[in-house]
């Protein structure tokens, strides 16, 4: 990596998790660096930029975003979370997969009534 770091740039450590879910996904040998690929997608998430601002030390925004949606497609970024929050949850002395859930019927409100009538008596 020939520039200053931004921030939201993955540690080489951070990296190294990371990188088996990503390259598995990856067919051809990719033109940019995929860790400066994933920096540019983290770079993009953290500023809320869009795909055409980011910055140009990072690789073309056409291959940033071409990655990030085959990652998405091919479900690698619920993967990298799914092993992620496993690691986190042995870590933490627990199981890897949670063994049961809880469902709470408060959890989600619905309306009492029903259709496209008005909520709100109108002014004169």
């Not at 540019?40 to 940033?64: E, N």
């Not at 992620?84 to 063994?99: A, D, I, N, V, W």
Request: charged share 30%; net charge neutral.
């Amino acid at each position: 990596m020939s520039r200053l770091p931004y921030p939201s740039d993955l540690k080489n450590e951070e990296w190294e998790l990371l990188r088996p879910h990503l390259e598995a996904s990856c067919g051809r040998p990719p033109e940019h660096p995929l860790q400066e690929v994933a920096n540019a997608i983290f770079y993009r998430i953290r500023t809320g930029c869009q795909w055409r601002y980011l910055p140009h030390d990072f690789p073309p925004w056409k291959d940033v975003w071409y990655h990030f949606d085959k990652w998405r497609r091919s479900g690698a970024w619920e993967e990298v979370n799914a092993a992620l929050r496993g690691e986190l949850r042995q870590e933490m002395g627990r199981e890897k997969t949670p063994s049961a859930v809880i469902a709470d019927s408060q959890s989600v409100k619905t309306t009492e009534k029903g259709g496209f009538e008005d909520t709100m008596v109108p002014r004169r």
